[in-house]
């Protein structure tokens, strides 16, 4: 992924029921009394499979879904399928906090990842990440794990480097609404306007989902994206 191109990455439960019969019929003539009689079920809990890395690519939102969250068309790069190892974070604590999609020891565990770019006028950029993990519980393991160390550069500045010019990213509150965790963040484009993001995750069965929204008017887009993308699932 080439996230500083423009400068600036801110970027059926199923229930069976048993059901009876009940015959009221004659005999020679003679009134039986009704007998019910109970069929046979057999319940069988289908159990999802795990989404495995060629199902995580058709997860991640649409361009026009995505344009029409953000209120800009939005241009989508092409779909990269692992971690950014190039750019930098300081303070190292703040790496995850900062941008999704940056290799970090969380990610070690995964057994499929896919990411991509999108970018319009006004900055509008988002960055969506999706990563499966073995089981359910180690995706919301990844989830919690990494919103702990969100909170540990919240209310701070971070500076990204290894894209063409540093640049240096203000973290606010880290908030956790139905287990989805949020930050604002904020930096400057090169034209010297400030822009806006919310950076949210969440996980829904085995998968992470870890996106980056900046747009006018930014609110909670980031968490409305990761409620979007975990209805896929």
């Not at 969380?106 to 990842?113: K, S």
């Not at 640049?167 to 034209?191: F, Q, R, W």
Request: hydrophobic content about 40%; proline content about 6%.
């Amino acid at each position: 992924m080439n996230p500083w191109r423009t400068g600036m990455l801110i970027g059926a439960v199923v229930v069976v029921a048993a059901g009876c019969s009940v015959t009221d019929r004659k005999v020679s003539g003679t009134a039986t009394t009704a007998t019910a009689v109970a069929s046979p079920t057999t319940s069988t809990s289908a159990v999802a499979k795990p989404v495995d890395d060629a199902g995580l690519p058709k997860l991640l939102g649409s361009p026009s879904e995505i344009s029409d969250l953000v209120g800009v068309a939005m241009t989508p790069e092409a779909i990269f399928r692992k971690p950014d190892t190039k750019l930098r974070v300081e303070p190292i604590r703040c790496l995850e906090a900062v941008m999704p999609a940056l290799d970090t020891i969380g990610y070690y565990g995964r057994t499929g990842f896919a990411g991509q770019l999108l970018h319009g006028d006004q900055h509008a950029q988002v960055v969506q990440v999706v990563a499966a993990f073995p089981t359910d519980a180690e995706a919301a393991d990844f989830r919690d794990r990494t919103a702990r160390h969100w909170r540990s550069c919240q209310n701070q500045q971070a500076t990204v480097t290894g894209g063409q010019v540093p640049l240096t990213y203000a973290l606010e509150k880290v908030e956790s609404v139905d287990s989805v965790a949020s930050v604002p963040v904020s930096g400057m484009a090169s034209d010297g306007t400030r822009v806006a993001c919310q950076h949210s995750l969440g996980a829904r069965r085995n998968v992470i989902i870890d996106v980056r929204v900046c747009a006018p008017n930014v609110g909670n887009k980031g968490r409305d994206l990761v409620a979007k993308i975990a209805a896929g699932l």
